[in-house]
C-alpha cells in the first residue's frame, strides 16, 4: 500500500524536482498510513505479530536442532542455556524461549508446519527467511561445529523458506566464514595461524564476493549487508528486540570483514 507515496512524490518531482520529490514522498506516507488505519491495519501490531512468529520458530527449531543426533546432551542444554543468556531476554521471554526449545525438541515435532505458518503469515514479504537461518546457523555453531544432521535440518528449513540449495550453500559458506570474524577482528581457529593470504580469503567469502571484483562492488555488497543487519529495519521485519544482539554481532564480523579487505587494497 503505498500510492500515496507514489503519486505524492510524482507531483512533487515535476513540480519542485528531487527536493520536491522528498516532500511529496513523505506527505504521501502519511496519507497511506492513514488510509490503512482507516481499513483496520495496524502498524504496529503487525509487526509485534511478525516479532512473536519469528521468536516462537527461531526457539523451536533451535530445540529440534539440539535434538538432531537423537538426544540433548548435558554440554547441549548448557550451550542452549548460554545462548539464552548472551541474548539478554527478559525473564518472561526467558520462560517463554525455554518452553519452545523443549516443544521443538520433542519426538512429535513437525518442522515442516512450523515453517508453514511463519511463511504464511508474513515470512516472505521480507528479509526474515535469510534472517532466520541466520540465527539457526549461529544456534548450530554455536559448539564451533556443524554436524551433518545440524546440515540437514538446516537445509530442509531453507527448502521450505523457498532457499535453493545453490544459495543455500552460498549462504552457508559466508556466514561460516563470518564466524572467523567475531568482534570485527579476524580470529582463527584451530591449531594453526592462518597466513594473511587465507585471512583475505575467508573475508570476501564472508561478504560473498570475489578478490577479482571491483572496490566499488565489494563496497556495494558491504553496505547492503550492513543494511540488512541494521536494528531498525530488523525490528520493522519482525525481529524481537530480545534477539537483535546476534544481528549486532554478525553487523560487527561483516564490518571487520571488510575492514581487512580495504586495508588490503590500499
Given at each position: 500500500m503505498f500510492f500515496g507515496k507514489l503519486i505524492g512524490g510524482l507531483i512533487g518531482f515535476f513540480t519542485f524536482g528531487i527536493f520536491g520529490?522528498?516532500?511529496?514522498v513523505m506527505a504521501g506516507s502519511f496519507?497511506?498510513?492513514g488510509i490503512a488505519q482507516a481499513m483496520g491495519f495496524d502498524y504496529g501490531a503487525d509487526r509485534v505479530r511478525l516479532q512473536r512468529l519469528f521468536?516462537?520458530?527461531?526457539?523451536?527449531?533451535?530445540?529440534?536442532?539440539?535434538?538432531?543426533?537423537?538426544?540433548?546432551s548435558e554440554e547441549e542444554i548448557a550451550q542452549a542455556e548460554v545462548l539464552i543468556e548472551r541474548l539478554g531476554l527478559t525473564a518472561e521471554n526467558r520462560k517463554e524461549a525455554i518452553s519452545f526449545f523443549k516443544l521443538g525438541a520433542q519426538a512429535d515435532f513437525q518442522l515442516e508446519p512450523t515453517i508453514a505458518s511463519f511463511i504464511n503469515e508474513g515470512g516472505r514479504q521480507h528479509n526474515l527467511p535469510i534472517l532466520l537461518l541466520e540465527f539457526l546457523f549461529s544456534m548450530a555453531l554455536a559448539d564451533g561445529e556443524l554436524h551433518p544432521a545440524e546440515k540437514a535440518i538446516l537445509q530442509r528449513c531453507a527448502?521450505?523458506?523457498?532457499?535453493g540449495a545453490r544459495q543455500f550453500e552460498q549462504l552457508l559458506a559466508m556466514l561460516a566464514a563470518q564466524q572467523n570474524f567475531q568482534g570485527g577482528q579476524y580470529q582463527y581457529r584451530g591449531g594453526q595461524q592462518a597466513s594473511s593470504a587465507d585471512e583475505l580469503?575467508?573475508?570476501?567469502?564472508?561478504?560473498?564476493?570475489?578478490?577479482?571484483d571491483s572496490d566499488s562492488t565489494i563496497k556495494k555488497t558491504y553496505r547492503k549487508l550492513m543494511s540488512q543487519h541494521h536494528p531498525d529495519k530488523l525490528i520493522a521485519q519482525g525481529v524481537p528486540e530480545d534477539m537483535l544482539k546476534v544481528a549486532t554481532e554478525?553487523?560487527?564480523?561483516?564490518?571487520?570483514?571488510?575492514?581487512l579487505i580495504k586495508q588490503a587494497r590500499k
Open positions: 520529490a522528498i516532500i511529496g496519507f497511506d498510513k521468536f516462537e520458530a527461531a526457539f523451536k527449531i533451535m530445540g529440534h536442532l539440539a535434538k538432531a543426533d537423537g538426544r540433548i527448502e521450505y523458506l523457498g532457499i580469503k575467508l573475508a570476501y567469502q564472508a561478504l560473498g564476493v570475489k578478490a577479482t554478525k553487523a560487527q564480523e561483516i564490518q571487520g570483514a571488510y575492514d
